[in-house]
């Protein structure tokens, strides 16, 4: 097993800007927390810019945005710009919260990996971080293979 293997995934938990909605991310906080993640919470009024340095430099695997007071097709962009350019590209960027679904194509299309509106499950996230988080632990260590001998010599 791997140093990073035998630690449980580390998440960044945010709010951008004025939006001030703080029962969901605290409801997600909590259901990942129980799940066994690391969760790590930047709190509100944040920007691109913070959320993006607090990513880096607590070394998270994931970012989570709770968005409910729209501005999201402005900062999300943004942010994940922010992201590839300080060299977080391999985080997964995730949003919840209040976000149209046409403004999803857009979000999706700069880097958001997945969106959560209102009313998800929050065991359905937690088992998308689980697998997502699961499947990159495969990429990192794939299976030592052990050829078959050959035959011995008569
Ligand atoms: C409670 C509430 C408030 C409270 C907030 C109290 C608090 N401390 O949180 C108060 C009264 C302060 C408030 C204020 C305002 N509100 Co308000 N509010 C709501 C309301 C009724 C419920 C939100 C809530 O708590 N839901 C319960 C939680 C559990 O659900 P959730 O946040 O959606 O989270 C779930 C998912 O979205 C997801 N999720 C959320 N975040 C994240 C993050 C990650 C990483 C992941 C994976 C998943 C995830 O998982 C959660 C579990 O399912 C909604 C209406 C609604 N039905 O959503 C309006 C609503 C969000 N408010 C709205 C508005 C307009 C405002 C105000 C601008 C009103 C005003 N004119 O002042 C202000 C803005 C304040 C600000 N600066 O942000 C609008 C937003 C419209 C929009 N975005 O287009 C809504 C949708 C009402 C409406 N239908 O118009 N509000």
Redesign the pocket.
Known sequence: MTAKSSRPLR?L?AKLG????????T??AHALREAGMEVIFAGLKQTPEMVVSAAIQEDVDVI???????GHTRSLPRLARLLREQGGADKLL?????I?EEDQPLLEAAGVA?I???????RE?ARYLNDWWLARLARAEPATRTEPSAPPRQ
Not at 94 to 98: A, K, L, N, Q
């Open positions: 998440i938990l004025l939006d001030t909605h703080t029962v969901g991310i409801v997600v989570g945005i709770s968005s409910l007071s729209a995730i949003v919840g919260g209040v149209p997945r959560f509106t209102m009313g998800t499950d929050t996230i």
